[in-house]
């Protein structure tokens, strides 16, 4: 990444960035990349994310997500002027607030709003990200033709319970892998959600059974199910929908059962980690987000695709360089700095690269893809009337695909 002679000269280098308490993160980066490009001005602009992540400010009732819905609506009118500057960055809060809308990023990328990468990758030379991971289920996002976005933290879908809690109820839970992680599984998300259908149908109406899950983690689940899972629904290419496919059905379905059995416990705000410790200490639920703090052994479930071959892992912060921005080469090296920090969330290393380079060798085959990380869609926006009408029992399974399958075959050829 290093060059000797800097191109740049009073020159200046413009982002719009989310942070989570990530400013020496940026700062680092920042510093790198102006001892090869000196005479830049770097100007950083960041957007406090702490009152909408969940682990922080979880009071549901009471923030403005305003703000949160103009930086996402600014961002998509920027690019629509090629006024985005040279670096943007997305996020997943959609999970955590579905109130504010995200920006299309898929509709704006097929519009060609954000720069391919693979022609500065190959300039560089380091860190191609095609060579080591997958990014989405389309393969637009990130393929040898074209590479619009870079994840640059992750997280993984995983839900958890103790030995005894599932002992108690009948939760069957699957083998450990690992003989030294014994309390680590692994099962398919299609797998999961049809054994929380069952176990919901068996003992949904038992007064003595706790829910199946906090209606927080049902919100992300459902969310996450089709964005992640690697279900090719949609595509952006044709306009072509493939919603009516029987693993499609299943898991609609299985959502929906499950839905009927989440109740509110009454305790107060959900998604922090003292909700789900006091829900724990009140058995009000079979299955939590995160236990930390039992005197059980608690076994973390973690969600895998369809085809059981990645785990069901998002992008939690990515960035993309705009079409129109002037300073591609020097956003670029910005990005390639970023990920050779090493960032650490709570004390965890979250960044893609460190990630990928602690895996066994085994699973740093270029061609093995060690991950598939998904950029979120906002198609789910759209049609969430119908979803909110099907989880309530109002729409019959068939109807309600039929009705996806239209609305989201125009919404893609809009």
């Known amino acids: 990444m290093r060059r000797e002679n800097g191109g740049a000269k009073n020159d200046s280098l413009t982002g719009c960035f989310l942070c989570h308490e990530n400013y020496p993160w940026y700062d680092a980066a920042k510093e790198e990349v102006l001892k090869t490009y000196p005479d830049i001005n770097a100007k950083l ?35 629509r002027k090629d006024q985005a500057g040279d670096i943007i960055m997305g996020d997943a ?23 391919d990468l693979n022609p500065l990758a190959e300039e560089d030379g380091e860190l191609d990200t095609t060579t080591y991971m997958k990014v989405n289920s389309d393969s637009a996002a990130a393929s040898e033709d074209r590479w619009t ?3 640059l933290l992750h997280s993984t879908c995983y839900f958890e319970t103790t030995v005894e809690l599932a002992e108690q109820w009948n939760f069957v839970l699957p083998s450990p892998e690992n003989a030294e992680m014994p309390t680590l599984l692994s099962m398919s998300i299609v797998d999961f959600l049809e054994q929380c259908a069952t176990w919901v149908e068996t003992y949904g109406d038992d007064p003595n059974a706790p829910s199946i899950m906090p209606d927080f983690q049902f919100q992300v689940l459902k969310s996450v199910v089709f964005d ?6 949609a595509d952006y290419g044709t306009g072509k929908v493939d919603f009516d ?13 499950i839905s009927s059995d989440i109740e509110d416990s009454g305790l107060g705000d959900q998604g922090t980690s003292q909700f ?9 639920y079979l299955i939590y987000g995160g236990l930390y703090e039992t005197s059980d052994t608690v076994n973390t479930i973690v969600l895998k ?4 071959q990645y785990d069901c892992t998002y992008a939690t912060r990515w960035v993309a360089i705009p079409a129109s921005s002037k300073n591609q080469e020097i956003a670029y090296a910005y990005i390639q700095e ?6 650490k969330n709570n004390g965890i290393s979250q960044n893609i690269i460190t990630t990928y380079k602690t895996l066994p060798s085994e699973h740093r085959d270029p061609n093995s893809k060690a991950f598939n990380i998904v950029i979120p869609s906002a198609w789910q926006y759209s049609l969430s009337d119908l979803f909110d009408n099907y989880y309530a029992g109002h729409m019959e399974t068939d109807e309600f695909m039929n009705q996806v399958q239209k609305r989201l075959e125009v919404y893609i050829t809009e």
């Open 245 to 257: 496919n029987p693993t499609v059905k299943r898991i609609v379905e299985a959502l929906r059962t």
């Open 149 to 151: 976005f870079v994840p």
């Open 338 to 343: 970023m990920l050779l920090q090493d960032v």
């Open 45 to 79: 602009n960041c957007y406090p994310l702490r009152p909408y992540t969940m682990w922080f400010s979880r009071q549901y009732q009471n923030t403005d997500i305003t703000p949160l819905q103009e930086y996402y609506d600014n961002i998509t009118s920027d690019l």
């Open 276 to 284: 789900e410790q006091e829900a724990y200490e009140a058995k009000r």
């Open 93 to 115: 809060t959609y999970l955590e607030w579905p109130e504010a809308t995200p920006p299309d990023w898929q509709k704006l990328m097929q519009s060609g709003a954000f720069a």
């Open 228 to 233: 992640v899972c690697g279900l090719k629904i």
């Open 305 to 308: 695709d369809i085809n059981e």
